[in-house]
């Protein structure tokens, strides 16, 4: 699937944080909290299929009265927290390892997607603002990446996947979102066993999520 900024680049639509769907909080404005920690794919997945979405729409909308009610986020870009920038380029070590000695698919499933989370790291900052910031790099991994990490719970693509939930906690603290990244990022911490939680490649992200 391709990177969702390929679709909409300079959509108003998508660079409003109003347009995000309570769906990825798991809950509406008035429902009551829930005590089970959200299943981080349920989200994951809605961003990864809002995808196609953007793709239909976005001329409809472009060509609507829409863009012009919408306020343009303006905000300047955001400097690179150099932490964030190594915790990320880390990742490749730890692909690389002796500990983990992935088989040569799986090791290029999993580099593909810390490319992805590289490059969306530097489009955004670390920091994303905007609906078209939420759903890139869900967007850009592979369906063999999901297997991976949602249905084989492999210790690589879960600890990518802890990575994004560290620096999407970095979102502005809007209802539908607020505690969603920590709350995700520990219930994919709790599918590897404790050598992996608190491995050196774990540092960065448990230090940024507070868990």
Not at 112 to 124: D, E, F, G, P
Not at 148 to 166: D, E, M, R, S, T
């Amino acid at each position: 699937m391709q990177c969702i900024s390929n679709y909409l680049a300079g959509s108003d639509i998508y660079s409003s944080p109003s347009f995000i769907p309570s769906a990825v909080g798991g809950r509406a404005r008035t429902a009551q909290p829930q005590s089970n920690s959200p299943d981080p794919f349920r989200a994951l997945l809605v961003l990864r299929y809002s995808a196609p979405l953007a793709k239909a729409i976005g001329p409809w909308f472009m060509n609507s009265m829409l863009p012009s009610m919408i306020r343009r986020n303006s905000e300047a870009p955001l400097p690179l927290d150099e932490k964030d920038d190594v915790a990320i380029l880390n990742l490749h070590t730890l692909l690389d390892g002796d500990i983990l000695r992935l088989p040569a698919k799986t090791h290029a499933v999993c580099e593909h997607a810390i490319h992805a989370l590289y490059r969306w790291l530097l489009v955004t900052s670390g920091r994303p603002r905007t609906w078209r910031d939420f759903i890139e790099w869900p967007a850009a991994i592979s369906d063999e990446f999901l297997v991976l990490a949602q249905q084989q719970k492999h210790p690589a693509a879960v600890i990518i996947l802890i990575h994004w939930c560290a620096l999407m906690s970095n979102a502005p603290k809007t209802w539908f979102m607020d505690g969603w990244a920590v709350a995700a990022a520990s219930q994919a911490m709790s599918w590897l066993d404790e050598s992996w939680r608190q491995s050196p490649g774990m540092v960065w992200a448990r230090g940024k999520l507070m868990v």
